[in-house]
């Protein structure tokens, strides 16, 4: 954890900041090793020019923080303490305050922030989120192992969902069923909100779950993924239940057809917009392009929406350790929707599919 904290701030520094201040849950984990929800409280990795890194929060986290690896200092804080006070008067012993301190905009609430500035008003403010989130942009074989294994469980959560579909079950008697299992083996945590979504509400991208009954001759789609060590996945598969119509039939072709095209292209040096055009020109191709509304995809790893954003303008080039995943959808209102995802790990030859569950069409009986 101190090379990716030492190379932050070294990519910070060519900013001109001479310190920053990491607060977000991934990013505090990312750089720690230390995985934890602080609620309301105040967390967050400090850094300065001259002194060892800070680990700022709560009294009764320490050991928790000393037993995840962190080895540097830390200022800790009972719950009837100013948080901002205990940092401060460390710095002040140290003589040491900061000029230029970046800060993760897009994570800072207007009221944290404005604390922040009370503790160090002499000091000015950047942003370090694009600098933290391109370090994170590219993962290591330990992040690989993780990314396989919690895909690994998605394509087990897929599983069991499809084996709970019967005429009469609700949506949310399936989501207890996959996170029932997955419990089972060891998952505290989805990386969101688990949907099973049946019939005409197949054709709402990020609907919700609830008492809907399953009925024969209908969609099934299945969005899910674990948290596995500090590590998310996602995966997204459609099956029929029953017979559907041959439009159906289509739109799932079409679907399955865009993404595998989108897939085969996801090598070294390909802009990532360009993978979002030939799955979103096919679909057009075959009179759907109005019902694909959402982006390609979406970078993973600690959170499930990381970089990079595989949206149709975006000209990053594609490398090697690169995790993300591909998921065209159409969604017709009164006809129902297909979504497939999978998350791609990219190499300098083939990408690598983390998820495996068959996509073929599913009819189940």
């Known amino acids: ?119 160090f008003p002499n000091a000015a403010y950047i942003d370090a989120t694009p600098v933290i989130q391109n370090l994170r942009l590219i993962k290591s074989k330990k992040e690989h192992d993780l990314l396989r294994t919690a895909a690994e469980l998605a394509d087990l959560g897929v599983k069991t969902g499809v084996e709970a ?86 739109i799932y072709d079409t679907v399955l057809e865009a993404q595998e095209r989108a897939i085969d292209a996801s090598r070294t040096g390909t802009a990532v917009g360009e993978l979002d055009k030939i799955a979103r020109n096919y679909i057009t191709e075959q009179g759907y392009g109005e019902y694909f509304t959402h982006r390609l995809g979406h970078g993973l790893g600690i959170e499930t929406h990381e970089y990079p954003s595989m949206h149709s303008e975006n000209t990053l080039p594609i490398e090697p350790g690169m995790c993300f995943t591909i998921e065209p959808g159409i969604y017709v209102p009164g006809v129902g929707g297909v979504r497939i995802e999978d998350m791609l790990f990219t190499t300098n030859y083939m990408p690598l599919d983390l998820t495996k569950y068959p996509k073929t069409l599913q009819v189940i009986s």
């Not at 207890?176 to 945590?189: D, F, N, P, S, V």
């Not at 969101?192 to 024969?216: C, I, R, V, Y």
């Open 1 to 119: 954890m101190s090379e990716r904290i030492n190379t932050l701030f070294a990519e910070l520094k060519k900013q001109q900041a001479d310190s920053c201040f990491i607060s977000s849950k991934a990013n505090v984990y990312y750089l720690s090793g230390y995985y934890t929800d602080p609620h309301e409280r105040v967390i967050g990795i400090i850094v300065m020019d001259g002194i060892d890194p800070i680990f700022l929060l709560p009294k009764m986290e320490e050991e928790d923080a000393r037993n995840a690896g962190w080895e540097h200092l830390i200022v800790s804080y009972y719950d009837h303490e100013n948080p901002w006070h205990a940092l401060q008067a460390f710095l002040k012993k140290q003589e040491k305050e900061p000029a230029v301190m970046a800060i993760e905009k897009d994570h800072l609430t207007l009221y944290r922030y404005n604390q922040l500035q009370e503790t």
């Open 165 to 250: 579909l019967k005429e009469g079950v609700s949506e949310l008697e399936v989501v207890a069923a996959i996170e029932h299992t997955l419990k089972k083996q060891g998952i505290r945590e989805m990386s969101f909100q688990t949907m099973a979504l049946f019939g005409s509400k197949t054709a709402s991208p990020h609907g919700n779950p609830d008492k809907t009954q399953l009925e024969k001759n209908n969609f099934v789609l299945f969005d899910l993924g674990v948290i596995y060590q500090g590590y998310c996945s996602d995966i997204t598969r459609t099956v029929a239940f029953g017979n559907i119509t041959d439009e159906q039939k289509q």
